[in-house]
């Protein structure tokens, strides 16, 4: 099949592809906490104005400090972040769970001839291929895009895309599909007039003829069936 007949998908992952919300969500507020000396924490990530780790660290020294993080400052955090993940998955490995039928996914979309596969998350690279590997997702050969890229989501998936063209050497796709687990990731996708599919509990209640709306990729042909 000629290359500029190929399309896309592009996946978030926490609560998309890892089951990792909660965990994702202490550790921050913890490395943030830990670092700033601050206890008035706001945790509602979805009252923030970007939906990723970069926009929402900026936000938050913007508030308590009236300035953007300096790069040590934003190291220092990440650093800790990750040390925070890691500790987690010690004392339990269960809150790294994959998301139901997550792990033989992308085996079953690169299989059809028409379609490329590739990661766009809000969350920093270093924790997000922590995430990835401790659910054994299997990502390595996928291209990716994180928080480190930019604050803005949309912009991250653009990222995605250009990484995705470049790699495989498509000039345009004719479909774009992003899937993700929170009303934030249905916003990005309609801002950049791509398709959304949505995964999870937010979506449970949801239907619509143009979309499609999953708990788990178990059975996977709901979403294998969308791609046709």
């Given at each position: 099949?000629?290359?500029?007949?190929?399309?896309?998908?592009?996946?978030?992952?926490?609560?998309?592809?890892?089951?990792?919300?909660?965990?994702d969500?202490?550790?921050?507020?913890k490395?943030?906490?830990?670092?700033?000396?601050?206890?008035?924490?706001?945790?509602?990530?979805?009252?923030?104005?970007?939906?990723?780790?970069?926009?929402?660290?900026?936000?938050?020294?913007?508030?308590?400090?009236?300035?953007?993080?300096?790069?040590?400052?934003?190291?220092?955090?990440?650093?800790?972040?990750?040390?925070?993940?890691?500790q987690?998955?010690?004392?339990?490995?269960?809150?790294?769970?994959?998301?139901?039928?997550?792990?033989?996914?992308?085996?079953?979309?690169?299989?059809?001839?028409?379609?490329?596969?590739?990661?766009?998350?809000?969350?920093?690279?270093?924790?997000?291929?922590?995430?990835?590997?401790?659910?054994?997702?299997?990502?390595?050969?996928?291209?990716?895009?994180?928080?480190?890229?930019?604050?803005?989501?949309?912009?991250?998936?653009?990222?995605?895309?250009?990484?995705?063209?470049?790699?495989?050497?498509?000039?345009?796709?004719?479909?774009?599909?992003?899937?993700?687990?929170?009303?934030?990731?249905?916003?990005?996708?309609?801002?950049?007039?791509?398709?959304?599919?949505g995964?999870?509990?937010?979506?449970?209640?949801?239907?619509?003829?143009?979309?499609?709306?999953?708990?788990?990729?178990e059975?996977?042909?709901?979403?294998?069936?969308?791609?046709?």
């Amino acid at each position: 099949m000629m290359n500029d007949e190929m399309n896309l998908i592009i996946f978030d992952i926490d609560g998309t592809l890892t089951q990792t919300n909660d965990v994702d969500s202490i550790c921050f507020a913890k490395a943030i906490k830990d670092t700033l000396q601050i206890n008035d924490l706001n945790t509602d990530w979805a009252s923030y104005q970007y939906s990723t780790d970069s926009g929402l660290l900026n936000e938050i020294y913007t508030h308590f400090l009236q300035r953007l993080p300096s790069s040590e400052e934003i190291d220092l955090i990440k650093t800790r972040f990750v040390d925070y993940l890691k500790q987690a998955w010690q004392e339990d490995k269960v809150c790294y769970a994959p998301v139901p039928g997550a792990i033989s996914l992308f085996e079953q979309i690169l299989a059809l001839s028409h379609w490329h596969a590739a990661l766009a998350t809000g969350g920093w690279k270093e924790s997000a291929l922590f995430k990835l590997s401790s659910a054994e997702i299997p990502h390595q050969s996928l291209p990716k895009a994180y928080a480190d890229d930019h604050v803005e989501r949309t912009e991250i998936i653009k990222v995605a895309i250009k990484q995705a063209r470049s790699l495989h050497q498509v000039e345009k796709y004719q479909r774009i599909i992003y899937v993700g687990d929170k009303a934030w990731d249905e916003r990005a996708a309609n801002l950049l007039q791509i398709e959304f599919i949505g995964v999870g509990q937010e979506f449970k209640h949801r239907k619509d003829t143009q979309q499609l709306f999953i708990e788990t990729y178990e059975p996977s042909a709901p979403l294998l069936n969308f791609l046709q």
